[in-house]
């Protein structure tokens, strides 16, 4: 049970205690403040009874005794604890008793100041040696020092045992709490970008036939809020960090997809996060010239591993572009421009003989996904450049367009059956057969002007068959699409790239699907997401296993998974508003709605998104229809 509001983290089991095993603890900026934290009340541990998220920063722990053996089975002490991310821990002892009780509480306290991930690894050391501090304790080692305090001080604190203690008279029916703090000595109480009065979200809402979708939103947005992280240098741009309790820092590529998801909730994240990757892109000289730097990633079984740097700047014009369209200002537009310019760019200059985008490092494969964020970037870029009068859209296009000529030759498999696109292909130009989630790129065309989709990769005929290739039992797992198809050889459930799925790359698929009609694909993914999203209390991992869904059972967490990560949150929001299919183009001043005519989850409004800057609520009825109930004034309704 992981509670976030960063830079704070408190990890805890469904028990309730903190026993200092595993990743248990509070946490800031990555290390351990807090390891042990294990209360008993008239010398016994409380029995419990119920352990639950109440919100993306705060869990509710409910535990029981019976202060008398000889009261009967019934307990009369009801201890219940509230603890927050941001280091606070509310402990309290409520009576049932018909009589006044004498009640001794101790809480036991350590911790080893160790990091996050010299803990994942097994390597946090023993506890430290605690002093006595104000109204509490404190340890302090090389790496830092930490503080405990308490309301009201204790009685008695040993430093050498690591305990507090106190004594409460609680009268029949009567209460009485205890408020702990920790945090590094010095420093203040933890100040959450998501809990700020500036948040970049919008707090939208759904609601409709279907209560599930109330709770995915909700809960999405939540830990949202809950991941944003501030530029230190730059307090006023915000971004969003990869996940928790393993990546809370920034990947570009992951940062870039969850602010392009989160859009409908307004521009700001978008603009913040283009800020921050902005300052990090490469100057001067060089073939890596105009690249945003990004750490390498596993690719499955079948390709070495790949430069998510080249996917997020892929990604920064498609996000620019886009955002102008959802409401971004122009002179913001033009702020962010050249740095697009300069992926763009790098894109024309890098294209191996002026046809494919090949992997940075010599002698790599040529992926299908990464042809897919190229002839996107291409011609979202192309539509970016004209708009802002700049030159470069011609060649891009011109590009874009030698492009899907030679891909649908090229990747394209025939065999039995309708053929499949391949995965990559080899630098002696063979084909890397394997059929794997990565595919979904090629659904994800971008949006122009107009509501209109950019144009795919794929023709009509190659579109259909994906369509039904990623509808079919082989990737469709009933929980959502597999890593890699289960007939494939290295197929493996819990694969990261080879099995597992990935909640990022099905909410492509469902949008992807609706946008070129295959509505039934679409929606059954959806189906199949959301029932996974109920699985695991609405808050999505970034991927779980891939095992066949069956009657009464549950998708299988994934032991590496964050929870919650930025993409599998923003996937939440892209699917329900999918459902609406809103396309805005505040530049003209229109919105364009496309639907899923088949209103998969029945009637659903989704109120408080924004469009064009100002507030947009949209009702879709259980035939399909969607209607516009709140806009900025002046905005029309694109037929």
Aim: proline share 8%; hydrophobic share 40%; aromatic share 4%.
């Amino acid at each position: 049970m992981i509670c976030v509001a960063l830079p704070g983290l408190a990890i805890s089991t469904d028990q309730g205690q903190l026993t200092g095993r595993g990743l248990e603890g509070f946490y800031r900026a990555g290390r351990r403040m807090l390891s042990r934290c294990q209360i008993r009340v008239a010398g016994r541990e409380p029995l419990p009874v119920q352990a639950r998220l109440t919100a993306a920063d705060r869990a509710r722990f409910v535990g029981t005794l019976r202060t008398s053996p000889q009261a009967g089975p019934d307990p009369d002490v009801v201890v219940e604890r509230t603890r927050h991310a941001d280091g606070t821990e509310r402990i309290t002892l409520h009576s049932a008793a018909v009589r006044p009780l004498r009640v001794p509480v101790e809480v036991a306290l350590g911790t080893d100041l160790a990091d996050l991930g010299a803990i994942a690894c097994g390597k946090s050391g023993p506890e430290l040696s605690a002093t006595v501090h104000d109204s509490g304790l404190r340890w302090s080692s090389a790496h830092g020092n930490s503080i405990v305090t308490a309301d009201p001080s204790p009685a008695d604190a040993l430093a050498s045992a690591g305990l507090l203690r106190w004594e409460f008279i609680l009268p029949p029916g009567g209460s009485a709490s205890i408020e702990l703090r920790v945090r590094p000595d010095g420093t203040g109480p933890l100040r959450a970008v998501g809990r700020a009065a500036t948040s970049p979200l919008t707090p939208a809402r759904a609601a409709g036939d279907d209560p599930r979708v109330e709770a995915l939103l909700r809960t999405s947005i939540e830990d949202l809020q809950a991941l944003l992280l501030r530029d230190p240098a730059h307090p006023a741009d915000t971004h969003l960090a990869a996940g928790v309790p393993w990546r809370c820092g920034l990947a570009p590529a992951e940062a870039l997809a969850a602010a392009r998801m989160t859009l409908p909730l307004g521009t700001r994240l978008a603009v913040g996060t283009l800020r921050t990757l902005a300052r990090t892109q490469l100057r001067g000289q060089g073939p890596q010239s105009g690249m945003i730097p990004g750490p390498i990633r596993d690719a499955g079984p079948h390709l070495p591993p790949g430069c998510t740097g080249t996917e997020a700047t892929l990604l920064f014009p498609v996000l620019l572009a886009e955002a102008r369209r959802w409401g971004l200002s122009e002179p913001e537009t033009e702020e962010l421009l050249p740095a697009a310019e300069r992926c763009l760019t790098w894109l024309r200059m890098s294209a191996d003989d002026g046809t494919y985008l090949r992997d940075p490092r010599s002698g790599g494969p040529v992926r299908c996904e990464t042809q897919a964020h190229a002839h996107r970037a291409a011609l979202l870029g192309a539509d970016l450049l004209d708009a802002c009068g700049r030159p470069g859209g011609v060649e891009l296009r011109q590009w874009a367009r030698a492009l899907r000529a030679a891909f649908r030759a090229d990747f394209w498999i025939d065999e039995v059956g309708g053929g499949r696109p391949a995965a990559a292909r080899s630098p002696d130009g063979h084909h890397v057969p394997h059929l794997g989630a990565a595919a979904v790129h090629l659904l994800d065309t971008g949006l122009l002007g107009g509501g209109e989709q950019a144009a795919g990769l794929l023709d009509k005929v190659q579109t259909e068959q994906l369509a039904r290739l990623l509808g079919g039992p082989a990737m469709d797992s009933g929980w959502g699409l597999r890593g890699l198809s289960a007939k494939e050889a290295g197929h493996n459930p819990f694969g990261h790239r080879s099995g597992a799925v990935r909640v990022h790359e099905t909410a492509l698929a469902v949008a992807g699907l609706a946008a070129a009609d295959y509505e039934k694909e679409a929606s059954t993914l959806l189906r199949g997401l959301l029932g996974a999203a109920e699985a695991f209390g609405h808050r999505l991992p970034e991927m779980y296993a891939g095992e066949r869904r069956t009657d009464q059972g549950a998708p299988l967490p994934h032991p590496a998974a964050c929870r919650p990560a930025a993409t599998a949150a923003a996937a939440g929001v892209l699917l329900l508003t999918t459902l609406a299919g809103v396309r805005p183009d505040s530049p003209a001043g229109t919105v364009t709605l496309r639907p899923v005519r088949s209103a998969p989850l029945g009637e659903i409004v989704l109120t408080g998104l924004r469009v064009a800057g100002a507030p947009f609520s949209v009702r879709v009825s259980r035939l399909g229809l969607a209607m516009v109930e709140e806009a900025a004034d002046g905005l029309q309704l694109r037929a």
